[in-house]
């Protein structure tokens, strides 16, 4: 194929970026701009507030402690499904992307109804005589961590389980023949070829969790805002279009910084594999 063929069937993917990706992102830049304040200013004074920081601080630890969660069921699940016979993994991997087709807002009315003071897992506690009053469990930071691992939980195992699928299985039984201990195989066999796969999967669920409106809105309320759900009420309920910009930009800003570095570590990793 010549370069000038090349090019032309570069032209669709470049507009699309240009007008889907680009586009997008200068609107959501230009209040900043446009609203008669020093861009400067706006930044440093949201990144100056005590209780904007608090929403950062908040998002972050909710995204980092989603991918840990996920990471930590996700990888014996996958490593489970990877030693079932083909037409088991292919059965189990319907199910567990199954509640993927259901509705988001669906699911975390199901959390709301699990989690709420007269919900199931109140009701339960109390009929066991476990707990002599119902627990705050809703409306809390812990609520939308439950609610975003059991939102990521299915896209972390599927990441995995193709890496699990590769693993040679006489490795490890070599390994435990000559003395080795199932954590010692794990951490010395089985982790270093599949931590670009977890890596991946980290990527993939630290950026749905740090972006997510619908499960912090629902299951966190107006007390425990993420950024995401800070930005819809800058906008959409006070009319501080300029603040939501703010928030916006520095929210697409720490993200494209964690993912940068996860996709940094996870090109060494690749390349440390391809060379072992």
Do not use: C
């Amino acid at each position: 194929m010549s370069k000038a063929n090349r090019f032309f069937l570069l032209i669709p993917a470049t507009l699309g970026i240009l007008v889907f990706a680009l586009f997008p992102l200068l609107q959501i830049a230009i209040p900043t701009v446009t609203s008669g304040a020093n861009p400067i200013a706006l930044y440093s004074q949201f990144l100056q507030s005590h209780y904007d920081l608090q929403v950062i601080f908040r998002t972050l630890t909710i995204a980092v402690i989603t991918t840990l969660v996920t990471v930590l069921l996700g990888l014996p699940t996958a490593l489970w499904i990877s030693r079932q016979t083909t037409a088991w993994r292919q059965v189990l991997s319907v199910i567990i992307l199954f509640p993927i087709l259901t509705n988001a807002v669906v699911r975390n009315f199901a959390w709301i109804i699990i989690l709420g003071k007269n919900g199931v897992l109140n009701n339960l506690l109390q009929g066991l005589h476990l707990i002599s009053a119902p627990l705050t469990l809703l409306y809390t930071d812990s609520a939308i961590v439950i609610g975003s691992v059991y939102l990521f939980l299915p896209i972390m195992i599927t990441t995995l389980v193709d890496s699990a699928n590769g693993l040679n299985p006489e490795i490890e039984e070599a390994a435990a023949v000559l003395g080795s201990r199932p954590f010692t195989v794990l951490r010395e066999i089985i982790l270093p070829q599949m931590a670009p796969a977890i890596l991946t999967g980290a990527i993939l669920v630290f950026a749905g969790a740090m972006t997510a409106y619908t499960t912090p809105q629902l299951l966190g309320g107006n007390r425990h805002l993420v950024m995401s759900t800070l930005i819809y009420q800058q906008a959409m309920t006070l009319g501080n279009w300029t603040t939501a910009s703010v928030v916006a930009i520095v929210l697409i800003g720490l993200s494209l910084l964690v993912l940068g570095l996860l996709r940094w570590y996870t090109g060494r990793l690749d390349r440390r594999v391809q060379h072992a």
